[in-house]
């Protein structure tokens, strides 16, 4: 039951890993996307039109191309959360809006967005289908490890989840290295500690936040699509995404702003999401409480780096502030 | 015109401005390999504004700049950098995060890729090379100011710059520090490198430099050799014609001990000793002067007794002007030194970050200090408007309107309205951070002639200063202090300047600026 | 290196001052280009034409009587919850907890009228809502509060997280208080007593609603503007160095304005549950919280002009709504719009502080 919990967490912990890893690389660059929870649902419906499209376009679903229906959804996915990315850049960067009401106003478009694709893109193409279920599609994406199940509970735990909750992973660990051991992952810290220094030493501040931002939300929109894909079986319903988005917010600060921690932090998190399904007699109510666990265990995090002042765990020091260089 | 052959950077008529303000006009100057240039100017002469637009800080409103005779266009530091210009600014630009490494690499493509390691030993040679004690691994929020200058002058090194801009690099250093500094900068003269160095002390300037630029209000006024010139000519250069300052200053009239300061001792945010047992009294009816470099502990002293510094020891007694009745200022908040009918005003050093909201109108500005007055819970406007209306009258403030928000004054401007506010106030006590820092010449004399009203009507006025002219013509009696220690009081009649000049430069040692 | 090359076309500078005149031409327009574009959007899904589609939501706004009320008492909610952000944000304290702040406030007003509502007399029935309903909102806002002013805990992420705790938490209060038993739903509260709801006035309902945030408009308003407490906030705001400087207790007025601005997210609270819905779900915020932070900023924290963005985004929605069941379209479509319209909005404040130089090679530079 452990290896079955451990397993579950992991799946519920993805998608927060991906929104994490893509919130961390954009708050790193000074930019506080509170728009990811947005994004996240535009990467999902995304990569939903975009199987939609392609499974409509075959006569039968069972001629699929199984790398076309990875690789369509997934650029789709880029695509959409890309876009944002850029709105939210250009805004924030070019014509420096306040961070805070553009990701909320980023969010509000993108919730509106999926949501609005999700309930209507049947009626729009004049499908006859009833409603997108695209478990074709999702079987692709649901492709495992063909030994997963030889190494009993281990195997289930370590080898048991499609491809990209690898690629979250790895993501993470990539972005971890990147900022820890590059010359890139420096410019980047530098441009979020202190911008008008990086400025000064010759980095292009506005390029880094904008590339930042845009690589943060493409990865961010994957959460969205490992959501839709994997977890939910390739059945888009509204609303049911639900609050993961802010719960990766949380996640970035539970991490310390770091991507490797935000594994186990997801992990985590996912477990506390699931805890009260491993609870004997627990009533429906008390599983309400629960699911509260990770916004306080977030909050108590914060209070702590904030009393204990440790330099080193800090959030970036220009987090949230426009950069403009001939400000005097 | 021999110079322009081998001049490493020209700068033909440059000029900027922000808004309405012009920091630079019509400025031409050239720097040539091998040599040391001075840029000498009072503080507000377009001195760092200048720099930055060699650093790419800036751009150029108007003009050109030629490197190695050719036109250059600085637009972003990265092309300055490509041009082997390497500035240290004022202010360093650090990332406090950052190991001093980190900070050294940052920005610079390097050959062979991104290796701390390699570089935290390149690094170490360096500091060797030039007698720099630095530990490559430091992180910048636990380095004093001395140690982050030295990052900020080995960045430079690291990328092999050949064009040194270093913008008052003396302000925060120790005697010996600076003499350190001086060496390596004329080791580096020595290996044809173009060196700029901007400062307003003109003993640095005739021991360091071979030629000197002058820039006064924006102007450029000159260059002179150094071997041919001398500080009385360089001075004049600076401010313009002779002037010999005139100011009034009347015998204080019975002078009471309004204010006395005994031992105190604080530390700064960063938990550095800033006051070391200070004790001094400021009478009523008397201009106390306080000199000493900046940041030697002027602000913090100030603020100790405005109930803005926490104290680690001592007493700030104050005496009250009719009842000769004792009270003890220390650990009080601004607002119970207030109501502990205590009337003093102070002119904070950040005028519009800390004595004014830039923001607000003039009006609202008035109010900051009054609008407590009376049980209602609403604020009445009427009387600050007033108020502001007589200040702009009387201080002949430039102003479209009490409505306008005060950052968008001059300088001038701004800071009449905050002197005349504090003095509304009919202080006790009244104490002036440089308050003619950045002001032309007839501002500066309505404030000492404000200062001087207060004197005689019995107020003690504290005024902290960096112009030793002034503190000699306006000041009863002046305290120098020097790195957080008070190390004399002299009698603004009788001391001279070098006397002041030496007191400034007495660190623990006793030993004195070169 | 040619010149060409490497000079910059132009350079960006802050601008001095613009007419208001000026400024507010720049924001008509930018709504102008909005609506343009929405405009194409709508006439891309929906094939209508574009003036038709404008006509449509013109008649989901203000169709019928009905209708009329109801945008107005939504503009009502919307408003009264911007007025509680508002002077959090005019002294630069990010508070986007204002959905759980309202949740709380809700919470409270359902806790006293499933509890005690048809035990206590209507007068202490309402006292006793209107207390707790301040309060509890007034608690979960100066939590965030408190730590921010002793640690400088980022308040940003802080009320953020605790809307969800508010949000878990009235999850768990309705199934604790769920009619029927485990069903998750509280149902109309009192449906039969009609015990805790507000009155309607002269036989409309929302009316006590809309007056009360009428009344609170002009109290925000003055005490923003002329009240000793708004002046403390306005300079806490601009500069802690100088409320310091002159003796403002920076502590202090953060709790004490976050108190008022949580008590007042209570009241919407109390308006929404007992005024409106006469029940708790999870969704009875409806993301206010997060529209009321974009109305608010759009006004320029003025609360007078806060009664003109909230119009404009809840007509925005109404409109849109009616344009989505006009057309079998799903009703997040407002969402859309309305993200269109403040992404333009928040674009055309930059052409009102900044203005872009264009160097010319010759003659210097000229504005434009």
């Known amino acids: 039951m452990i290896a079955s919990f451990i397993q579950r967490a992991v799946v519920q912990g993805i998608p927060l890993l991906f929104g994490s890893t893509g919130e961390i690389i954009t708050e790193k660059s000074g930019n506080l996307n509170l728009g990811i929870p947005g994004i996240m649902y535009v990467g999902g419906i995304s990569g939903v039109i975009g199987a939609f499209m392609y499974e409509r376009s075959l006569a039968d679903p069972s001629a699929m191309n199984p790398f076309l229906a990875v690789i369509i959804p997934l650029l789709t996915c880029v695509l959409g959360s890309l876009c944002m990315g850029l709105i939210y850049s250009l805004l924030t960067v070019t014509l420096r809006a306040n961070q805070n009401v553009t990701g909320l106003a980023l969010t509000t478009f993108g919730t509106g967005f999926g949501n609005f694709f999700g309930g209507s893109l049947i009626k729009l193409v004049k499908s006859d289908m009833p409603s997108i279920s695209l478990t074709a599609t999702s079987n692709c994406f649901r492709t495992t490890l063909p030994f997963a199940n030889k190494f009993g509970p281990v195997g289930q735990v370590l080898f048991s989840y499609s491809f990209l909750a690898y690629v979250a992973i790895v993501l993470a660990l990539i972005t971890s290295y990147v900022l820890g051991r590059t010359r890139v992952g420096l410019h980047l810290r530098a441009v979020g500690e202190n911008p008008a220094t990086a400025d000064a030493a010759g980095i292009n501040v506005n390029r880094y936040k904008y590339v930042a931002t845009c690589l943060g939300s493409v990865i961010a929109g994957l959460g969205g699509l490992y959501y839709v894909m994997d977890y939910a079986n390739g059945v888009w319903s509204n609303d049911g995404f639900g609050d993961r988005g802010w719960l990766a917010i949380a996640l970035v600060i539970f991490a310390i702003w770091r991507p490797n921690l935000s594994i186990l932090g997801s992990i985590l998190f996912g477990g506390l999401f699931i805890i009260y399904n491993y609870i004997p007699n627990l009533g429906m109510s008390d599983q309400e409480l629960f699911k509260m666990l990770p916004y306080v265990v977030t909050i108590i995090v914060l209070i702590i780096i904030s009393i204990r002042e440790s330099r080193e765990t800090q959030p970036p020091a220009h987090l949230g502030i426009s950069y403009f260089r001939e400000e005097r | ?514 | 290196m040619s010149k060409k090359k490497h000079e910059p076309k132009f350079h960006i500078a802050k601008r001095d001052a613009l007419d208001w005149w000026k400024s507010w031409l720049i924001r008509i327009c930018a709504v102008a280009a909005a609506l343009i574009v929405c405009a194409l959007v709508t006439v891309v899904l929906t094939g209508e034409n574009p003036i038709g589609v404008y006509v449509k939501m013109f008649e989901g706004a203000f169709g019928t009587k009905r209708r009329i009320w109801s945008l107005v008492q939504n503009i009502a909610m919307l408003l009264c919850v911007s007025l509680a952000v508002t002077p959090a944000f005019k002294m630069r304290f990010w508070n986007i907890g204002a959905e759980g702040q309202v949740l709380a406030g809700g919470l409270a007003t359902a806790a006293c009228m499933i509890l005690f509502g048809n035990k206590l007399p209507s007068v202490a029935l309402y006292a006793l809502m209107i207390i707790t309903s301040c309060l509890a909102g007034a608690v979960w806002a100066v939590i965030p509060a408190f730590f921010r002013a002793n640690w400088k805990t980022n308040e940003t992420l802080f009320t953020l997280m605790m809307n969800y705790i508010a949000i878990q938490l009235v999850s768990y209060f309705t199934y604790i208080w769920s009619v029927p038993k485990g069903s998750g739903q509280i149902g109309v509260i009192n449906q039969s007593t009609r015990s805790g709801w507000m009155p309607s006035l002269g036989g409309y309902d929302y009316l006590l609603n809309i007056l009360v945030v009428a009344g609170l408009t002009v109290f925000m308003f003055v005490y923003l503007r002329s009240s000793k407490q708004g002046y403390e906030i306005s300079v806490v705001g601009e500069s802690e160095n100088t409320a310091r400087y002159v003796g403002i207790d920076v502590k202090k007025v953060i709790i004490r304005t976050m108190l008022l601005s949580g008590a007042i997210c209570g009241i919407a609270g109390l308006l929404l549950v007992s005024g409106t819905d006469h029940t708790i779900t999870r969704d009875t915020a409806a993301g206010r919280g997060f529209t009321a932070i974009m109305v608010s900023w759009l006004a320029k924290f003025n609360p007078l002009y806060m009664v003109l963005t909230s119009f404009l985004i809840v007509f925005l929605q109404k409109g849109a709504i009616e344009i989505s069941t006009t057309f079998g379209l799903n009703s997040s479509f407002s969402d859309i719009l309305t993200g269109i319209i403040i992404f333009f909005i928040i674009g055309s404040e930059f052409f009102i502080n900044y203005t872009i130089k264009v160097h010319n090679s010759k003659k210097g530079e000229k504005e434009s």
């Open chain 2, 1 to 514: 015109m021999e110079e322009q052959k081998n001049a490493a950077i020209e700068l033909r008529n440059i000029t900027k401005t922000f808004g309405k303000v012009v920091a630079n006009k019509n400025v031409s100057l050239c720097v040539n390999r091998g040599e040391i240039l001075s840029i000498l100017g009072e503080n507000g002469s377009g001195k760092t504004t200048l720099m930055n637009m060699i650093s790419g800080i800036y751009f150029p409103d108007e003009g050109q700049i030629f490197i190695d005779g050719k036109e250059a266009i600085i637009a972003s530091p990265k092309d300055a950098f490509d041009y082997k210009i390497g500035m240290i600014h004022q202010h360093f630009k650090l990332v406090d995060v950052f190991s001093a490494t980190e900070n050294i690499v940052l920005g610079f493509e390097e050959e062979g890729g991104y290796n701390i390691r390699r570089s935290a030993e390149r690094i170490l040679a360096i500091s060797e090379q030039y007698g720099f004690h630095l530990d490559p691994m430091k992180k910048v929020y636990e380095m004093s100011v001395s140690e982050k200058q030295m990052v900020e002058i080995i960045k430079v090194l690291y990328r092999g710059a050949d064009i040194l801009i270093l913008d008052e690099p003396t302000a925060v250093l120790t005697p010996q520090e600076t003499r350190n500094l001086f060496d390596i900068l004329r080791r580096m003269r020595e290996d044809g490198k173009a060196i700029v160095i901007i400062t307003h002390k003109l003993h640095e300037v005739l021991s360091l430099s071979d030629r000197v630029s002058v820039l006064r209000k924006g102007e450029y006024i000159g260059t002179v050799e150094t071997a041919k010139t001398n500080e009385a000519e360089l001075t004049e250069m600076m401010v313009g014609k002779k002037v010999s300052l005139n100011i009034e200053r009347s015998e204080p009239e019975n002078p009471k001990e309004r204010l006395v300061v005994r031992n105190v001792n604080c530390r700064d945010r960063n938990g550095v000793q800033i006051l070391k047992d200070v004790s001094f009294t400021a009478r009523s009816g008397e201009i106390l002067g306080i000199a000493g470099i900046a940041g030697s502990g002027q602000r913090e002293l100030l603020e100790a007794i405005a109930g803005l510094q926490a104290l680690q020891s001592g007493e700030i007694f104050y005496y009250d002007p009719e009842t000769g009745e004792e009270s003890n200022l220390r650990d009080k908040t601004p607002l119970q030194i207030r109501d502990m009918g205590v009337r003093l005003s102070f002119v904070p050093e950040d005028r519009l970050g800390m004595g004014l909201v830039g923001n607000m109108d003039i009006t609202d500005n008035m109010m900051l200090r009054s609008y407590r007055s009376g049980k209602s819970v609403f604020v009445k406007r009427k009387p600050p408007r007033d108020l502001a209306q007589h200040i702009i009258e009387q201080l002949d403030v430039v102003t479209p309107s009490v409505n306008t928000p005060v950052r968008r004054l001059s300088g001038g401007n701004v800071q009449k309205v905050l002197v005349g506010r504090e003095i509304a106030a009919s202080p006790t006590v009244l104490m002036a951070a440089y308050p003619v820092r950045g002001l032309d010449i007839n501002s500066s004399y309505l404030i000492y002639n404000l200062l001087n009203r207060q004197k005689k009507a019995g107020v003690a006025v504290i005024f902290v200063g960096e112009d030793l002219d002034v503190l000699l013509e306006l000041c009863d009696r002046i305290m120098v202090i020097g790195s957080g220690k008070i190390t004399g009081m002299v009698d603004g009649r009788t001391a001279t300047k070098e006397q002041i000049g030496l007191l400034m430069t007495k660190t623990d040692g006793g030993e004195t600026h070169e």
